[in-house]
């Protein structure tokens, strides 16, 4: 084993830090968060960053860079009020890791990478939906957060629609998203599939948890 | 595929709702995290929210729930000012789990579950690791953030050490959680090992993504 203090990290080569970094939180959600531009172009951008925040209300979050760049996801949440959350699996995986790359505002990623954009039956829920994406997520954009430390942005959205198999329910309302192809990250650029270990029981003082299904 | 909308969420059954929204942000970090009571009890809490905000300075976060009941860990960050966060891998995963259970404060899940603390050899940060873990990260408290629409805190830190083999630290930086066997969560209870898909290099706009060492 090797410690490497705070000094160390500050003195690291500014990629390698990155990388390192990058891969100390664990393994990380996957989504492409779909948004509508004003000018009516869906854009759609890769984040790992998506979080649960509450069940009731169902509320779910994810970080934005800092805007000191044109950050267009940002900015049709904030003038739109809506955005999508859609889970990658396998057959997409590199048309959703080029959604990373610097497109200009006029350009739909949708167009660049060949994924299709699905739009709500319901008429005021705006934002698109990836069509090929096996669980998708629409929320109602609630607030921001700044966490003033390093200009990051908190996003947080209500849901208000959730499209998936109902298959992949179970009784218990646990919904198998690894039997959905759902994948994980790690790191900027390292993709996983995963292979469940078990489900444990709820876990009590003096009573031994157990694998449950 | 199925719709279900926000009302839809809220008439379901409780603990359906909560295993059901929990699963959709896709598959989510897993850690410990170590902390010191006033009354020197070492406490240990499973989370599966701790996020990424940062590389330089480096931030990471997790996700509080809310203070109406005894919340030892927050309690013992905000009254020390450390925290460590220990990655899980299967051999001490029961152990992990085991530390969800609602322990008294003067209880310490180490005791309790004989996972071992591990303090760092710098005098100055008195939070414990988990000796077990195969990547542990020591962090200063910098501030949280109380997110009102469900009274969650986001609590902040920045990392002031990090413990592990130098061996999985590749060339870039890239840190093989994979191979620190670090596994990954969904729901409330699902654990999953994970196998590595590809890495993808940088994406640019009008070139193709590739597969990386």
Same mark, same amino acid.
Request: hydrophobic share 35%; glycine share 8%.
């Given at each position: 084993?090797?410690?490497? &203090?705070?000094?160390?990290?500050?003195k690291m080569d500014r990629l390698f830090r990155t990388h390192f970094v990058? &891969?100390?939180?664990?393994?990380? &959600?996957?989504?492409?968060?779909?948004?509508?531009?004003? &000018?009516?172009i869906s854009n759609l951008c890769i984040?790992?960053?998506?979080?649960?925040?509450?069940? /009731?209300?169902?509320?779910?979050?994810f970080?934005?860079?800092p805007p000191s760049v044109e950050r267009h996801t940002l900015e049709n949440i904030l003038s739109t009020g809506f955005f999508t959350l859609n889970h990658i699996h396998k057959s997409i995986?590199?048309?959703?890791?080029?959604?990373?790359?610097?497109?200009?505002?006029?350009?739909?990623?949708? @167009?660049k990478t060949g994924l299709t954009p699905y739009f709500s039956k319901r008429k005021d829920f705006i934002a698109p939906y990836v069509d090929e994406s096996n669980i998708k997520i629409g929320l109602e954009y609630k $607030?921001?957060?700044?966490? @003033? *430390?390093? @200009?990051?942005?908190?996003?947080?959205?209500?849901?208000?629609?959730?499209? *998936?198999n109902p298959n992949i329910?179970? /009784?218990?309302?646990?919904? @198998?998203?690894n039997a959905a192809g759902t994948l994980t990250n790690s790191g900027l650029d390292a993709y996983y599939e995963t292979t $469940?270990? /078990?489900? *444990?029981?709820?876990?009590?003082?003096?009573?031994?948890v157990r694998e449950i299904r």
């Open positions: 084993m090797q410690s490497y &203090s705070y000094n160390e990290i500050k990058n &891969s100390l939180a664990g393994f990380k &959600s996957l989504n492409l968060v779909g948004t509508l531009g004003q &000018s009516g984040v790992n960053s998506a979080i649960h925040i509450g069940a /009731n209300p169902p509320l779910m979050a970080i934005s860079r995986l590199k048309q959703a890791h080029q959604c990373s790359a610097k497109y200009k505002r006029e350009e739909s990623e949708f @167009d $607030k921001h957060l700044n966490i @003033d *430390l390093n @200009d990051t942005i908190m996003v947080i959205g209500q849901i208000t629609e959730i499209i *998936l329910v179970g /009784n218990d309302g646990f919904v @198998d998203i $469940k270990v /078990n489900r *444990l029981s709820y876990a009590r003082p003096d009573e031994s």
